[in-house]
């Protein structure tokens, strides 16, 4: 299997990334950690090994980046408006530092959010608000609800970084005509700590006419890994 480690300094967070990139073709993933996850968790956690034919076939290349969440949303030692700052220059990383690496390795026009937990927020939260840029996202027990992280702070780029609060409102022809051409998908499980949150989200989408799948699992520990690996397989493939 290709396995390739990239570090460089980021001008937009001010510090070094890492990431790792798995495979050499296929459908290009940009892969976010768990809650404070780092970029070797994925394969740390058997999530490349669940995926490894698929990879070594060149079905799809995954692109795994670290996260900055103790630096924003989980560093209560800042005020929440420095926290929703410190995510949004995360996305500006994202979007202009990662996203131009992916284009330079893969020239497949598609472009996936993957996560699971938190880290199925920023899947869904980036593919949502950007959705010319990617064409898709899975999102494995997503946590939606972040308010509890603000305490009680709340201004405009809140809003627009909760799917939950922007997406009921959204009227762009814009958007929607992207969110029709795009894959999305949602997977949790009955005894999820997420589900509601999931829930909640599937059914915005679908007041919204917003095409998407929503799958609950009849499982044991569904917000845990070897229920991620199980559903990985189930859903991470090139249509």
Same mark, same amino acid.
């Given at each position: ?15 070094d ?8 073709a296929?459908? *290009? ?26 990879? %070594?076939?060149?079905?799809? =290349? ?5 996260s ?10 800042? *005020? ?8 949004? =220059? ?9 996203? *131009? ?22 899947a ?6 950007? *959705?010319d ?11 939606? %609800? ?8 709340? %201004?405009?780029?809140c809003?627009f ?23 999305y ?7 999820? =700590? ?8 599937d ?9 998407? =799948?929503?799958?609950?699992? %009849?499982?044991w520990n ?18």
């Open positions: 299997m290709n396995r390739e480690y990239h570090e460089w300094h980021s001008s937009r967070l001010g510090r990334m890492e990431l790792l990139i798995f495979g050499h296929g459908l *290009p993933v940009i892969v976010f950690p768990t809650s404070g996850g780092r970029f070797f968790e994925f394969e740390d956690r058997g999530m490349i090994g669940a995926l490894s034919s698929r990879v %070594d076939g060149g079905n799809v =290349q995954l692109f795994c980046v670290d900055v969440d103790m630096e924003s949303w989980y560093n209560r030692r800042v *005020p929440p408006r420095w926290r929703i700052a410190r995510h949004m =220059q995360y996305e500006d990383y994202v979007l202009n530092e990662v996203a *131009p690496l992916v284009r330079q390795k893969n020239h497949d026009p598609h472009l996936a959010a993957l996560g699971c937990s938190f880290g199925g927020y920023h869904a939260n980036i593919a949502l608000r950007h *959705p840029i990617f064409t898709g996202m899975l999102s494995l027990s997503g946590a939606f %609800d972040l308010t509890n992280f603000l305490d009680g702070y709340y %201004d405009q780029d809003y970084n909760l799917p939950t609060h922007y997406l009921p409102n959204l009227t762009d022809p814009w958007y929607f005509d992207r969110y029709r051409r795009n894959t998908v949602l997977a949790t499980g009955w005894d999820d =700590q997420c589900l509601g949150q999931n829930q909640d989200l059914r915005i989408l679908g007041s919204k006419g917003i095409p998407h =799948q929503f799958y609950v699992w %009849d499982s569904s917000h845990d890994w070897p229920t991620w690996q199980r559903m990985v397989q189930e859903y991470l493939y090139r249509e």
